[in-house]
């Protein structure tokens, strides 16, 4: 659409608007470096350096969800969206440095597109051909995370039953933040850290559930509660599957209910928790 010159407004020309771009870009840098003297005040605030871990997962997410109901005009939400992950996982990296593991066996190029839309350049990137190697080497770094592609089916087995161990490893986030269809880094994914003893976010509440077999009625169980079975994988126990309910129903609750629709459930262990998804159309 071509601008309409206003009357008393002379059309400006190309030099000007680059002198007001240049304004712009030069706000915006020192904005950036003030952003980042108030990190420096904030890492003795959080004693980073004790936890080993800087994320906030909620804060996270909370963040994200203003910046889409705010944004608005030419920029595509990608776009805001990209850059202020970038802004968030780098100054997370700048308080406690962090490595960012991913399971590829279901495919590098997916992982490696949401590690770099999610955490930038910045912060190292490291694949593994197994969900174990992953979990290893989250349970092994100081506050590194690791990623795992929930669409991928049963080909990686139940990777979330190694979750299940008391200080292990679990679930803090799931990425993107912000759904919508044909997004750039769409590919969902659960995030892995060491335990954020104070920080984790718990609207949505994972489980491994061991069952005996599947049972057609747990699937309708689970929608009743809000919930959802969100993978399985047979193993030598049975079946394992990842369960998701919302932070308000109790694990008593959620037992009552599987057992009550006839399933066989063995085992039912927390392993993680996230931030409620916020879609976007
Ligand atoms: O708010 C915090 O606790 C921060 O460390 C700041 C910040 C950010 O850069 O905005 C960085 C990491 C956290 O995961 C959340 C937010």
Redesign the pocket.
């Known amino acids: 659409m071509s601008e309409k010159p206003i009357p008393d407004r002379p059309v400006p020309t190309l030099a000007q608007l680059r002198q007001e771009i240049d304004r712009i870009d030069e706000a915006m840098h020192r904005l950036l470096m003030e952003?980042g003297t108030i990190?420096d005040r904030?890492i003795s605030v959080?004693k980073?350096s004790e936890s080993g871990s800087?994320?906030?997962?909620g804060?996270?997410a909370s963040?994200m969800r203003a910046l889409a109901e705010r944004h608005e005009g030419l920029l595509p939400l990608d776009t805001v969206e990209s850059i202020w992950r970038v802004?968030?996982a780098t100054?997370?990296y700048v308080?406690a440095p962090y490595s960012v593991h991913a399971d590829i066996s279901g495919g590098d190029a997916p992982m490696r597109d949401s590690a770099r839309f999610h955490f930038g350049f910045t912060v190292p990137y490291v694949s593994h051909p197994s969900a174990a190697a992953v979990i290893g080497a989250v349970a092994a770094g100081r506050g590194d995370l690791g990623i795992f592609r929930i669409d991928q089916g049963a080909s990686s087995g139940a990777w979330w039953r190694a979750l299940a161990e008391r200080d292990g490893p679990k679930i803090i986030a799931r990425l993107p933040f912000i759904e919508r269809p044909d997004h750039p880094a769409g590919t969902p994914v659960y995030v892995i850290s060491k335990p954020l003893a104070d920080a984790a976010v718990r609207d949505v509440v994972l489980y491994a559930a061991q069952f005996e077999r599947w049972h057609r009625d747990v699937a309708a169980a689970l929608a009743g509660l809000g919930g959802e079975a969100v993978a399985s994988a047979a193993d030598t126990y049975g079946l394992s599957v990842l369960v998701a309910v919302p932070g308000a129903v109790e694990p008593s609750r959620l037992h009552g209910v599987l057992t009550e629709a006839g399933a066989s459930l063995s085992q039912l262990v927390e392993v993680g928790s996230h931030a409620e998804r916020f879609r976007v159309k």
């Open positions: 952003r990190i904030l959080k980073t800087a994320f906030r997962p804060r996270e963040m802004i968030i100054f997370t308080q």
